[in-house]
């Protein structure tokens, strides 16, 4: 370790730096419109407009009538129940119907896009249980959301209720009642917390996006403080001057944390609020939130403590990832080089994010959470959804911490060294 290190840092020089470092930040507009604006817009949308947009397309193909092929001869029941609307008592059309148009190529008719989707009969159709089996081909195309939430969800809804029908009017006939067909009720009990409910099926959003703009605003002061400085020849003139690497290292530290910090309180910011404006859409417009109540949304509603173990973490995780930041942006000859570097660093960081949606087949063991940064994102995701293990995320903070101090190392030993601060 160099001499400068194993003396105590002079605190006025470090904030002198960090100050100087923060300022060239805050002189770039798009650096803070991407620390500060673009969490809170960017998270209300995923987390609040993405499922509601899902939701409102799949309802408005459920209640849109679509165009629907037919060939062959269906029985008038059927053809009722497929042209029939199912509606609220007062009226409001929670699915419509469909109407039958007569083709003759059914998987033409489909291809062409004249109708939706397309049914055909090859034989009749039983008009009653026990009259017999028929099929009924159904023609769509499978990989296309539209015609899935339309025509052919549709299609299958209705047979499926007609295909009942018939079966309990047999029951009727035989003296047996409906029941007889269900003699063991399957009813779902939903063990989640309340909190896990609440957060839903996109809650590893929450964990991906705090670490994409922590990422995004470290990188922003951390490549100009370092490989910026050294393009501009700036760098040389701070060394030169009577101040210890070991300080320059903490500064340039400090400033790109701080900026990191700022990204991820407005990511936290960004979920608080999506999780207000979708209680205040629950209480005014129950029905537009249908999709969050399946379980499809996510609301960030936090306990102090959580809230403080949020914070604490997205701290650790922000600090370490500076510090990688800051080694790797020191070792690169210009700005443009240390942009080579660090995408495929934005790639390790944000693949692990992404397969957190498949959390819950890990093993959340210690092990895991002893893993830096990984077990920070885990950590997140536990508090999100309200599973927060004290031990888990003291551990993940701790890690995160012990490998930025190592990083730290690495980037003053570069600072130390002539070959790397003057290789540009």
Known sequence: MPADARRGLRRALVWEITVRDLLSTLRDRRTLNATILMPLILIPLFTLGLPLMMGSLIGGQQQTRQQLGISGELPGGLRAALERDETLPDGTVVRAGVDLVPV????????????????????????????GTGTLNIYAKLGNLRAQTGAYSKVQDVLEAYNRQLTVQRLTSLGLSESTLTPVTLRPVDASSTQEQRSGQLAFLIPMLMMQFILAGAMATALDATAGEKERGTLESLLVSPVRRAEVVAGKLLATTLTALTSAAFSVAGFLLSGLAMRALQDRQPEASAAFTQGIGGQLSLSPSALLSLLGTAASTAVLISALLITVGIYARSFKEAQTYVAPITMLIVIPAVMLQFADFLHSGPGLYAVPLIGGMVSILDTVRGALNPGHAALAFAVNLLAALTLCALALRSFSREEVIFRN
């Open 104 to 131: 003759t190529d059914p998987l033409q008719a489909v291809q062409s896009g004249s109708v939706d989707a397309a049914v055909q009969a090859s034989s009749p159709l039983p008009e009653r249980a026990g009259d």
